[in-house]
């Protein structure tokens, strides 16, 4: 697998308010594939933001490299072609969202003048927003508004996308429209994509998830790897998906189950044998 991202020991600090230095990322090392999809999961505080920003530059490693498609971060005659490569998708769709009329708003993303209207129509389709071309953004639900942002970051071709708790204030079914676009721009596209939740429902998703805790990668691996660990999970304060608790308590009730069930389909597949 060629990697797409390849972060070495990356460490990060912000001075806050009273001078104090706050480590947030203590030495973080990863590489990001070509084409796969990622999962970043972790407790509040525990540096999933700060690894996103680094992704496209938007901040800078305290110490340590992030090199994108083989150009440094820190070298700042790389940054317009860092964010042409990666972009990013924020929590709050109402705080991406400039324009008046959904098309509008994809041309005039912040780093979208000069896209040709081709390009428009084409991020709009692959997000399945098409029809809603003419109307206002604000009358849209928040899946929608979410997904005209990812069109908008579309529109400049990226090889990746970081969403940053993208559903974080999605109700369940724009959750759903959300990962569901992501994961069919993934597949059909094979866009690069990291994508930060508290959701392990969304997590189950990708192809691999990192947990975080106190600016480190505790846990790495497939779904089923991770989601296996009941244990280690609680310890660093998450949840696991409701099929693979299911199977840790049965076990524990003395009930034999196959390994690596994760999902409800597998569970009640397991269940009826
Ligand atoms: P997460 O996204 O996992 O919740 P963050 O990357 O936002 O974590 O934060 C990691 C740590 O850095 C936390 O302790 C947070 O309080 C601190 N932090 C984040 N942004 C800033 C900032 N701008 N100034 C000072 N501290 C910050
Ligand atoms: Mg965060």
């Not at 806050?16 to 505080?45: C, M, P, Q, R, W």
């Not at 849209?140 to 940053?164: F, N, T, Y």
């Not at 998450?238 to 069930?261: S, Y």
């Amino acid at each position: 697998m060629q990697s797409l991202i390849e972060i070495k020991n990356l460490k990060h600090s912000y001075i806050d308010t009273d001078g104090n230095e706050i480590h947030a990322l203590n030495g973080v090392s990863l590489d990001i594939y070509k084409g796969e999809f990622l999962a970043v999961i972790g407790a509040n505080g525990s540096g999933k933001s700060t690894l996103a920003r680094h992704l496209n530059a938007l901040l800078l490693p305290t110490e340590g490299k992030c090199i994108v498609a083989g150009m440094d971060t820190a070298d700042n005659k790389n940054l317009w072609n860092i964010r042409q490569h990666v972009g990013m998708v924020f929590q709050n769709p109402d705080n991406q969202i400039v324009a008046a009329i959904v098309e509008e708003d994809v041309a005039f993303g912040p780093e979208n003048i000069g896209v040709p209207p081709a390009e428009i129509r084409n991020a709009l389709a692959a997000v399945g927003m098409t029809e809603y071309a003419k109307h206002a953004p604000h009358l849209l639900s928040g899946g929608q508004k979410q997904r005209v942002a990812i069109a908008g970051v579309l529109a400049l071709e990226p090889d990746c996308i970081v969403l940053d708790e993208p559903t974080a204030m999605l109700d369940p079914r724009g959750r759903i429209e959300i990962v569901n676009t992501v994961k069919k721009l993934n597949r059909e596209k094979n866009i690069t994509v990291v994508y930060i939740t508290h959701y392990m429902e969304e997590a189950m998703q990708a192809d691999r998830i990192i947990a975080m805790e106190h600016g480190v990668i505790k846990m790495q691996g497939k779904p089923e790897e991770i989601f296996t660990k009941v244990k280690e999970l609680h310890a660093l304060g998450l949840e696991t998906p409701l099929a693979a608790q299911a199977a840790f308590d049965l076990r524990q009730k003395g009930i034999k189950l196959a390994d690596g069930i994760i999902s409800n389909e597998e569970l009640t597949e397991e269940l009826c044998r």
